[in-house]
């Protein structure tokens, strides 16, 4: 069962990301559960690195947090095998390469697919290195998600072509982080992945916090991609963050029906 294709083929799927084990993973484990309750369509999972450089202040917070509680790759696997045993949303892992070898990458993507994690996303691996990865997620069944920004115009073709899963497609140059207006031409970058993939869902990510940006981007993209805004629950209610979270994801879900 391809889980991240049911995803996208509902409608315009909402997407939130939250740093694993910040605050701790009980927290992480429950909010997983909330989210998708409140109608998320596909969780990233961030497993916390101590330099996660495409992050903004928010998210590299989190990470600190959660490496300073205690949190390591092998629980997060075990959470998200706890998860899958009652969830069917599907579930990608967002870290860095760094993280991946660290651990061995066939032991990690062995290890990921065993959980039931449907998807890697690697920010620091290019596209031209990918290789590095593919064939081992190849072999363990998990979609090595590509990435593209808006300096990526000439390169955006080739990447979708050979896109798995879904194309990531970032609104904004920088980091990570919660932005007032989305400045890039999300429509045209879309429309090049679209052109070279039709069947590629495109979902766009980066700065996007309100009901009313996620309305605009799933004007033209096939879903949303929400950070650094949910990662800031965290931050403000600790372990008290599920009940805002979930009416936050619940309303931002409804902005895309």
Do not use: W
Not at 59 to 76: K, P
């Amino acid at each position: 069962m391809n889980r991240i294709a049911d995803a996208f083929a509902r409608g315009k799927a909402f997407i939130p990301f939250l740093t694993c084990g910040d605050p701790d993973l009980e927290t992480t484990e429950a909010a997983v559960r909330a989210m998708a309750q409140a109608g998320a369509d596909l969780i990233e999972l961030g497993i916390p690195f101590s330099d996660p450089t495409a992050e903004g202040p928010v998210i590299q917070a989190a990470n600190q947090r959660a490496l300073a509680g205690g949190v390591t790759t092998d629980r997060i696997f075990e959470m998200a095998a706890r998860l899958r045993r009652d969830l069917a949303i599907p579930l990608v892992f967002m870290t860095y390469a760094n993280v991946v070898f660290s651990y061995g990458a066939q032991r990690f993507l062995a290890k990921a697919a065993q959980a039931g994690v449907d998807g890697l996303i690697l920010p620091d691996v290019p596209f031209e290195e990918r290789e590095e990865f593919a064939p081992l997620c190849r072999q363990h069944g998990l979609a090595l998600v590509s990435m593209i920004a808006p300096t990526s115009q000439d390169r955006i073709t080739r990447i979708a072509e050979q896109a798995e899963g879904f194309l990531y497609c970032v609104s904004s140059l920088g980091v990570t982080g919660v932005r007032g207006e989305i400045g890039s031409d999300v429509a045209g970058m879309v429309a090049l992945a679209k052109a070279a993939n039709p069947t590629l869902p495109c979902a766009v990510g980066f700065g996007i916090s309100t009901p009313e940006q996620a309305a605009a981007m799933a004007d033209v993209a096939d879903g949303v991609i929400v950070g650094s805004a949910i990662v800031e629950f965290f931050a403000r209610h600790s372990r008290d963050v599920v009940p805002p979270l979930r009416d936050y994801v619940a309303q931002m879900k409804a902005a895309l029906s």
